[in-house]
């Protein structure tokens, strides 16, 4: 069965410093892999997903995420944390190659960063 | 704003009842997603329609039931509802409802039940 692990439930960064949120997946197959970040009361907004080619995949609000198939990983990362990103962000995986396009979603976590 | 609308924003009623929840797709988009937050089970995906049709099926109980319509709306009908029903209901749409389209989440509907 398909999964995603998120194995913190909550990041806590300094203002300035990098930040790192942790995934790793469990599929058979090939994966698509995508970050969402929820803020309080507002829904899922899409920040970056991996589907084939470059390990590193950029995207939004200056937030990267790198690949990993041996590990089985996707860690979200940002040079510099800002206070505006504290939020929940969530991994995610589809499976390639399928007409289906669900997404298994971990459990999230929390990002914190403080002034 | 991510073009996906979602109504009701808030909903509150008792057991036993049913309700309704719509979602208007982004411009283009032919695939409709439903999910579920709560706070036990997380984020779970309920059901997925493709221009009309039930293309996938998640965990989604026999007393809720979904559809698309030909405009690609889509109208999710939870009945005979529980206490335990009481969560957020996020739809999603995408392109084409493959694995590697993004999906676009709507703002969700807060349903409480009493």
């Known amino acids: 069965a398909q999964s995603v692990a998120q194995p913190e439930d909550q990041v806590n960064v300094a203002e300035g410093n990098p930040l790192t949120v942790k995934c790793t997946y469990s599929?058979?197959?090939?994966?698509?892999l995508f970050w969402y970040v929820q803020y309080p009361n507002r829904g899922l907004q899409f920040l970056l997903k991996y589907i084939t080619g470059d390990n590193l995949v950029k995207g939004s609000y200056g937030f990267e995420a790198e690949f990993n198939k041996s590990q089985t990983s996707f860690h979200l990362k940002k040079p510099s944390a800002l206070v505006s990103d504290s939020a929940l962000y969530f991994c995610a995986v589809s499976l390639y190659g399928g007409s289906q396009g669900n997404l298994i979603f971990g459990k999230g976590t929390k990002l914190s960063v403080k002034p | 704003d991510s073009g996906v609308t979602q109504t009701p924003k808030h909903l509150i009623t008792a057991t036993g009842q049913r309700v309704t929840l719509r979602c208007s797709p982004r411009s283009g988009d032919l695939s409709v997603y439903w999910y579920q937050q709560s706070l036990d089970q997380g984020l779970q995906f309920l059901i997925q329609?493709?221009?009309?049709?039930?293309?996938a099926k998640g965990n989604i109980l026999e007393r809720f039931s979904a559809q698309q319509f030909p405009d690609l709306h889509s109208e999710l009908n939870l009945s005979s509802l529980e206490l335990g029903d009481s969560a957020l209901y996020f739809c999603a749409s995408s392109v084409e409802g493959r694995g590697a389209d993004t999906q676009y989440f709507g703002p969700g509907t807060r349903l409480t039940v009493l």
């Open positions: 329609y493709y221009n009309g049709e039930e293309r």
């Open positions: 599929v058979s197959g090939n994966p698509y």
